[in-house]
């Protein structure tokens, strides 16, 4: 079974900090191969793209969370983070990670999503 499962997220004041965590079981092939990103939704509001990393450890970031947030990546254990500081209000969301093949150049795996909220 192909699975994503996001953890970490929880209730943070204003300033602080969480790390997310991703860890993925029976992709379709190694780790390394696939871009791993995170998203965020709101009720009532489109998806939004984050992060993501590469097998080769470039990371790519929205300006939204540029110089707050950070990926890294652990092939051994098949997971990825996002350490994200600094959080504000607008932050809260439900957080997802996602798989992207370069067969199918799509995100075909998704996890569950954790919530993250940030205080006011």
């Known amino acids: 079974e192909i699975q994503l499962v996001e953890s970490g997220g929880g209730l943070v004041p204003a300033g602080g900090s969480l790390r997310l965590s991703c860890e993925a079981s029976?992709?379709?092939?190694?780790?390394?191969?696939?871009?791993i990103g995170w998203f965020r939704q709101t009720p009532g509001k489109a998806r939004e793209g984050l992060s993501a990393?590469?097998?080769?450890?470039?990371?790519y970031n929205a300006d939204s969370v540029k110089g707050r947030f950070t990926m890294s990546s652990d092939h051994a254990r098949s997971t990825v983070y996002l350490q994200m500081n600094s959080l504000k209000p607008e932050d809260t969301a439900v957080y997802y990670c996602?798989?992207?093949?370069?067969?199918?150049?799509?995100?075909?795996?998704w996890g569950q999503g954790t919530q993250v909220t940030v205080a006011s």
């Open positions: 029976g992709l379709p092939g190694e780790f390394g191969e696939f871009l």
């Open positions: 996602a798989a992207k093949s370069a067969l199918t150049r799509t995100y075909d795996f």
């Open positions: 990393i590469q097998g080769d450890g470039r990371t």
